[in-house]
């Protein structure tokens, strides 16, 4: 599997890499390993994860999916942040 390939080139054991985060474009963000909401707006959408926390910036975003630990934010995207 593609992400089994990328851990083992990083040097990272599968529990260090308990999130991944995949920015499309400016268009939307998808986050796997979410632990919870903490905050939502339209400005901004900040997620919980394993030993921090994933800040999304923008306009009219949305949180347009979320369940089994994975969040689809969409909307205009202007920044991400790692806590």
């Known amino acids: 599997m593609f992400w089994d390939e990328v851990i083992?080139?990083?040097?990272?054991?599968?529990a260090l890499a308990s999130?991944?985060?995949?920015v499309l474009g400016r268009a939307g963000v998808a986050v796997s390993g979410v632990k919870g909401v903490v905050y939502s707006s339209d400005e901004?959408?900040?997620?919980?994860?394993?030993?921090?926390?994933?800040t999304v910036r923008g306009?009219?975003?949305v949180i347009a999916e979320i369940g089994g630990g994975d969040v689809l934010v969409r909307?205009?995207?202007?920044?991400?942040?790692l806590d």
Do not use: H, I, Q
């Open 44 to 54: 901004e959408v900040r997620v919980r994860l394993r030993g921090g926390a994933l």
């Open 75 to 81: 909307g205009k995207v202007k920044g991400v942040e």
């Open 8 to 14: 083992g080139k990083l040097r990272a054991d599968a």
């Open 19 to 22: 999130f991944s985060v995949t």
């Open 59 to 61: 306009e009219e975003l």
